[in-house]
């Protein structure tokens, strides 16, 4: 065996600079993994989602109709245009008229819609330069059940006037009204048909035949 201390100098040298060289080696770390690991998955929450509450037309229930009638068979039923009108329908123009009238019927429930007389007045008051004496009156019953019609020959017509509406729509000269509200144990219904007055004269006598059909339903 050689003494440490007989080797040369070269020898000793690089022995040392062996030995330190493994030394850094060993104290180096191990390189860092470059991925990250993957996040756990994360448990669902547990906070209900809010359900969207529906809008009050969507959510309230529409007040179904206790009495039936018997459609006029030259009127044509058409979709009511708002959930106000239980039923709507086209009366047709009469020679030389330039549009169709309309026949419209409203229901509010048991109760509602107001009384006989502030009906009248709102649809008579839909007519410009109306005098008193120009609107007819009358009380009849069919069927068990009361009626109150109004007639109006001619007048302006507005149909947001008399309604609380602003800005209605154009005025039509030379329009009539006949209407009918009908007394039931279920409330009152309320049969309006306007339109050019020579229509709504032809076409009275086949209101009126509604009007008797109306019966409480079975």
């Not at 600079?17 to 547990?46: F, I």
């Amino acid at each position: 065996m050689v003494a440490f201390s007989a080797l040369g100098p070269r020898v000793r040298f690089g022995s040392l600079s062996l030995c330190l060289a493994l030394c850094l080696a060993c104290e180096k770390k191990a390189p860092e993994p470059s991925a990250q690991p993957a996040s756990p998955l994360l448990p669902p929450s547990s906070v209900a989602a809010v359900p969207v509450a529906p809008s009050p037309a969507a959510s309230a229930p529409q007040e179904p109709l206790h009495v039936t009638w018997i459609d006029p068979p030259t009127f044509r039923r058409v979709p009511p245009s708002n959930p106000m009108r239980k039923a709507s329908y086209v009366v047709p123009r009469a020679e030389g008229d330039a549009e169709d009238g309309e026949l419209t019927v409203f229901y509010f429930g048991p109760g509602q819609g107001g009384s006989i007389d502030a009906n009248v007045d709102r649809w008579v008051g839909q007519f410009g330069s109306v005098k008193p004496g120009d609107v007819k009156r009358a009380d009849r019953e069919a069927n068990g059940l009361r009626q109150h019609t109004v007639e109006l020959e001619s007048g302006t017509f507005s149909a947001g006037a008399g309604m609380g509406m602003a800005g209605g729509a154009k005025a039509k000269e030379n329009y009539g009204l006949v209407g009918g509200i009908v007394e039931s144990p279920s409330g009152a219904y309320f049969f309006k048909m306007t339109g050019p007055s020579k229509t709504v004269k032809q076409a009275k006598p086949e209101f009126y035949k509604l009007l008797d059909s109306v019966k409480t339903a079975a």
